[in-house]
């Protein structure tokens, strides 16, 4: 099995000291989808910030695709990010784009030719379930139906892996599994998935592998487990 | 290519139509400066005309002496003529010398009817220069050849003369220059705050992948169109105003030497079109630089 994501010995030490991540050994293989969780402070954010490289390590090796991402110009930074697809508690919607347009642009950003971005947006709007949303502004949508198309810009490309910190943060329970059980579906298509969580009921429902960080230390990595 | 210079384009339109009012205060803090530069520009530009008009006007004369004929002031002129500080000679005759006093005394000429006979005024030869400040040294020189019975120059005036123009020049010069450094630090900062507006869409844009230029095209062009609009009313202000005032200051003080409103002024409008547009796509690439690379590395 070939690892997307691997972290070799990773620490990030913040200036003024805090050390948001100690000794992180962690390796991601193709296909899967894990749950990082821990208490808030744990450096479930910073980890999933090391892989898309908004964050540099202090020392180790962050590779993703096999490649050190530590090592990559500021130029290559936009490439490394348009294989991996991000989704945040906030969103992170474009208050003025329609919905249509927001995911759009995702394309757009890669160069995408227009005839084969209208086909595509349709397809993943459809996926998530706002097949008719198409020409709605976010302000319009509830989180739950955001958040939806934050999954659908994120999946939009076909990523190698998809990023989600605290994807359920802002929503109540049954969104939240709503939205899980979208990124269960986008991980069946083939990316691997990551996503950092407090949310304890969603955790013990899927038996995924689970990643449990505290202080910044990985303290437990196991396969079908629980939050505990 | 086309695709991403026809993205910023759209997003550029989009951009303005959905910050009309940070837009407008762009335009018109571009349109006010440029005014103000346009102003200054002309302002130095007449101060330089004004002053060159008054040193044209610094010359060395050369009284000769009674019994000089005019092939001997010939001679004369043509050795002054080999010194390259002196731009050319005029031969005044003792017969011109008294018609321009004549000219001069205006309705009061009557009182050189005595002297119908004998004129008392020397011939004299007029020595333009081509730098006023050696009017020293070339009346110095003039007064060491033979038949000259005096040389007679504006001394002291000339010194203070040059003291004022210069400094007149060296202000000129620093108004534009401060105002043009001014004018780009303050549409930079304008810009900025459009730019601020947006920063969320910045940092999306750099979260799903896309390059700095990609980021910076739509902003820079929207720039371009901020400035260009910005210069073009402070260029049409700054001619219909130069035209006006050019017109009232001729009609009092006719013999002004003021800058034409012709070719020169085209240029000065023309300039500020093209230092409005730089500027407004300097001004947006400097603003967008700082949500660019956040991590620096
Ligand atoms: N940019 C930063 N500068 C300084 N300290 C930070 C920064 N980001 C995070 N931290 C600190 O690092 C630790 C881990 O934070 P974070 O990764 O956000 O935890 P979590 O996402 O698990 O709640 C916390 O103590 C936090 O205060
Ligand atoms: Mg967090």
Known sequence: ?228 | MMGLFAHALKEAVVGIRRNVLMSVIAASTVALCLFMLGSTILLSMNIQKVAGALEDQVEVAIYLKGDVQESRARQLMATLEGRDDVRGTRFVSRQEALERLRRQLGDQQGLLDGLAQMNPLPASIEVSLVWPERAGEVAAFAAGLPGVEEVVYARGVVERLLAITGLFRLGGFGLVLALAVATCFLVANTIRLTVFARRHQIAIMRLVGATDAFIRGPFTLEGVFLGLVGSTLAAIAVQQGYYRLVSAITATIPFLPLVPPGDELAGVLRLLVVAGTCIGALGSVIAVRRFLNVQGG
């Open chain 1, 1 to 228: 099995m070939s690892a997307v994501i691997c972290l070799a010995n990773v620490w990030k030490t913040f200036s003024g000291g805090v050390h948001a991540l100690r000794e992180v050994n962690i390796q991601i293989n193709k296909g899967e989808f894990v749950f990082l969780v821990g208490p808030s402070g744990a450096g479930k954010s910073t980890l999933i910030k090391l892989i898309y490289r908004e964050e540099m390590p202090s020392q180790g090796r962050v590779l993703v695709g096999g490649k050190d991402v530590a090592s990559l110009r500021p130029r290559e930074v936009p490439f490394l990010r348009r294989r991996i697809g991000m989704v945040f508690q906030d969103y992170k919607l474009l208050p003025d784009k329609t919905v249509y347009e927001n995911i759009a642009f995702a394309l757009e950003v890669t160069g995408t030719p227009r005839r084969q971005i209208q086909p595509r947006v349709r397809h993943v709007l459809g996926l998530v379930g706002l097949g008719g949303r198409l020409r709605s502004w976010p302000g319009e949508l509830s989180g739950g139906e955001q958040q939806r198309v934050a999954l659908a810009r994120a999946m939009v490309r076909d990523p190698l892996i998809i990023l989600a910190d605290e994807p359920t943060g802002n929503l109540d329970p049954d969104t939240g599994r709503g939205i899980v059980s979208l990124l269960e579906d986008i991980n069946r298509l083939g990316s691997t998935v990551v996503v950092a969580t407090h949310a304890q009921e969603l955790v013990n429902s899927m038996r995924k592998r689970v990643v449990e960080l505290a202080g910044g230390r990985v303290v437990r990595d196991q396969e079908r487990g629980a939050y505990r």
